[in-house]
């Protein structure tokens, strides 16, 4: 007990003390046999004598312990539970940064627990990752996998404290010949503590960063925050590949892409300005079905829409895209009525209904309820019958409106963008490609932009752009090299 209880020391100690100490002190806690860590001493367990706070690297070793001898006894699942909640809360994040891999390890026994006992509620699980690091800016194999718990408990809503933070960084490897900067110094972003050696994060490939931001858009189309949704979509499609391969994620992520400009601007999006044109060409291909959708959307066509969605019904409940396909259809008709704004200020509801091609009824019905619902800024007087109805759009006030800009959050998110850019420039300036160039430039007297020296050319596939499906095997291209 005296060794667990050894550190920290009393006194505040400098970044390189400190670590000095800290390394010292994990080689003791090495040495030591796993029954250190669950021995009594005067009736109390080490969890009831350690801090979690102060003495973080111990309790979460003894909380490692006490995992592997809680057998079937939910009572005691539940008791180590709350120590872990409590641990959750009060750690001290720069010694949890030293023992990555016990941290990882507990949250996924956290996470295995709640699943035992059936708790649904995953705050914990997120609250532990913010708290080891508040921006949640470095992706990591835990970012991906709470996500997947989230929508597995059918409660997409709780992804959001972790998808909501920008992705800045990945893990990466340190620079050779570079000094390491220590996990006990006061650091900027934390892609300078969570990095390869550091535990923090599992092996990542190019799927995997793939898969969190088409399940991240999943969520945030499920919550109606299709801005966000349309953003991460977009980050799965623009993920770069080897000779303009695609894989079966980009052409899932399209599809859906597809789907949300007709929601949201009554027509597809345009391509992004940075998407080749044979990754276009590629998922166009695979995605005709969907083409033919939007097409007949835009042309506000919808006999041949409703059509088209009764003939693919199979298509788009294989893709997971049945509803997205129906709530589209019935954006349609929404659609179909605001276009009528453009000619007209207001029209009897019968004309309404020969536009449409509804009976009087069933478009007065219609009207009533698109109104009803904030689908359609007009008024219908009287409301009798339809023919004597009239509908008549609202002028859009000018100014402000609801949906404008945040200044405030927009100049936040600016200043953190800066940072991360500064981050990676400085990261940038110690890569051998970089040092290398500088001395080259030295040795010619070129004093030109890094930008300018960069060999912009590429070679065209010689072969149409096809399907790339990673597998679990085939991941030898890490995405934290």
């Known amino acids: ?119 649904i509620d995953l705050s914990v699980l997120s609250s532990a990752i913010l708290r080891l690091d508040p921006s949640a800016a470095t992706f990591t194999s835990l970012h991906l996998r709470f996500v997947r718990l989230c929508l597995g408990n059918n409660t997409p809503s709780q992804a959001l404290p972790i998808l909501d933070r920008d992705i800045y960084a990945f893990p990466h490897a340190n620079a050779k010949n570079v000094l390491a900067e220590l996990p006990s110094e006061e650091l900027g972003l934390s892609n300078a503590y969570i990095n390869e050696k550091s535990g923090l994060s599992e092996k990542l490939r190019p799927d995997l960063v793939m ?44 599809q859906k892409w597809l789907l949300i400009g007709l929601l949201t601007d009554g027509k597809p999006f345009p391509y992004p300005r940075t998407m080749d044109q044979s990754t276009i060409k590629a998922l166009r291909s695979m995605s005709k079905a969907y083409e033919a959708l939007t097409e007949s959307f835009e042309r506000r066509d919808s006999a041949k829409y409703y059509a088209e969605m009764d003939a693919g019904q199979q298509i788009w409940a294989e893709n997971g895209n049945y509803r997205l396909v129906a709530e589209a259809g019935q954006t349609l008709m929404q659609y179909r009525v605001s276009d009528l704004q453009k000619t007209y200020a207001a029209l009897p509801v019968s004309r309404v209904a020969y536009h449409l091609g509804m009976a009087s009824e069933d478009t007065l019905s219609t009207l009533d309820n698109m109104i009803r619902t904030s689908s359609l800024d007009a008024t219908l007087t009287p409301r009798t019958t339809a023919a004597e109805a009239v509908l008549r759009f609202n002028m ?33 300036e110690l890569t051998k490609e970089h040092i290398d160039i500088t001395k080259r430039n030295k040795r010619t007297g070129t004093d030109a932009e890094l930008a300018d020296q960069m060999d912009l050319s590429w070679d065209t596939p010689s072969a149409p752009a096809g399907v790339m499906v990673i597998s679990e095997d085939d991941a030898e291209e890490d995405i934290m090299a």
């Open 1 to 119: 007990m005296d060794i667990l209880t050894s550190f920290p020391p009393m006194k505040a100690l400098g970044p390189e003390a400190f670590d000095k100490q800290i390394t010292a002190y994990l080689t003791k806690l090495d040495k030591l046999p796993t029954a250190a860590f669950s021995k009594a001493k005067d009736g109390k367990s080490p969890l009831d004598v350690l801090s979690p706070s102060s003495n973080s690297i111990p309790y979460i070793y003894c909380l490692l312990e006490a995992t592997k001898s809680l057998g079937k006894d939910k009572a005691k699942w539940d008791e180590l539970l709350s120590k872990v909640t409590l641990f959750y809360a009060t750690f001290d994040s720069i010694q949890m940064r030293y023992v990555g891999q016990a941290w990882v390890d507990l949250w996924k026994w956290t996470a295995e627990c709640l699943d035992h006992l059936g708790i």
């Open 211 to 254: 898969e969190y931001y088409l399940l991240g858009a999943q969520v945030y189309i499920g919550t109606r925050a299709l801005s966000r949704g349309r953003l991460f979509l977009e980050l799965v499609i623009l993920h770069p590949a080897q000779n303009h391969a695609t894989s079966a994620l980009q052409v899932e992520a399209f």
């Open 396 to 428: 859009k006030a000018s100014g402000r409106s609801q949906g404008s800009v945040d200044v405030e959050m927009q100049t936040k998110r600016i200043e953190e963008l800066i940072a991360a850019v500064r981050d990676a420039d400085k990261r940038l």
